[in-house]
């Protein structure tokens, strides 16, 4: 059976983050004999708060990190707060194994106030994963409070980015990573002008 963990880094509820991580959980393992489970940082973390250091984490808090560090596959997924992702998600990943999430394929999402931190994901998220050697996926997801209607995914732009993410998980969960590689099928902006 595949594991697929989402993690939300949303301090509060109802969150839209926690709806965006709920909808891409679904998509990523549609038609796979898959394993769910979604962790939101407004209930994990003061649980994990308990602790400083893994070596303090209670029997609560090791079963978090235990089900994050034993994922097939993540879904790391935060509001944005300060142009980044909340230092409640950071403090899980503080506690997680380095040596854990090699290779494992993630797919990076967020949600903000403002259009222009869409990038937040690529640029702080991206990063975080690379120190682990995970593998975040090539489509990273953004949404803003439009993109919602009463913490439900509403937009279509934003249900496509979803749809778009979840192939590509579930392409690196069942496929050689060579089936990421997404062949033009129309002439480049190069040659349309040529
Ligand atoms: C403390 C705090 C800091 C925030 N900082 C940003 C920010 O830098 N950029 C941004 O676009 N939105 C920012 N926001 C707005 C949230 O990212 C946005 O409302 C988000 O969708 C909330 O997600 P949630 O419903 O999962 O809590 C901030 C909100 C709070 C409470």
Redesign the pocket.
């Known amino acids: 059976m595949i594991r697929i963990v989402g993690l939300?880094g949303?301090?509060?509820a109802?969150?839209?983050?926690?709806a965006l991580t709920s909808a891409l959980l679904s998509e990523a393992a549609r038609g796979l004999a898959a394993e769910v489970r979604h962790i939101s940082l407004v209930d994990a973390a003061p649980i994990l708060f308990r602790a400083l250091r893994a070596d303090q984490l209670d029997k609560n808090g090791l079963e978090i990190i235990e089900t994050v560090e034993n994922a097939d596959a993540l879904i790391v997924s935060s509001?944005?707060?300060?142009?980044?992702y909340t230092g409640a998600l950071k403090h899980l990943f503080d506690l997680v194994d380095y040596r854990a999430l090699t290779g494992v394929p993630v797919i990076l999402a967020?949600?903000?106030?403002?259009a222009?931190?869409g990038l937040?994901p690529d640029q702080q998220l991206r990063p975080l994963m690379a120190f682990f050697k995970a593998l975040p996926l090539p489509t990273s997801v953004y949404?803003?409070?439009s993109d919602f209607s009463d913490?439900g995914v509403e937009s279509e732009a934003l249900n496509e980015r979803i749809a778009e993410a979840g192939a590509e998980l579930r392409a690196a969960l069942t496929q050689p990573a060579a089936s990421l590689r997404r062949k033009l099928t129309e002439p480049t902006f190069a040659r349309r002008i040529a």
């Open positions: 939300s949303n301090v509060k109802p969150s839209r983050t926690a509001p944005v707060y300060r142009a980044s967020a949600t903000g106030g403002r222009s931190h937040m949404a803003v409070e913490y």
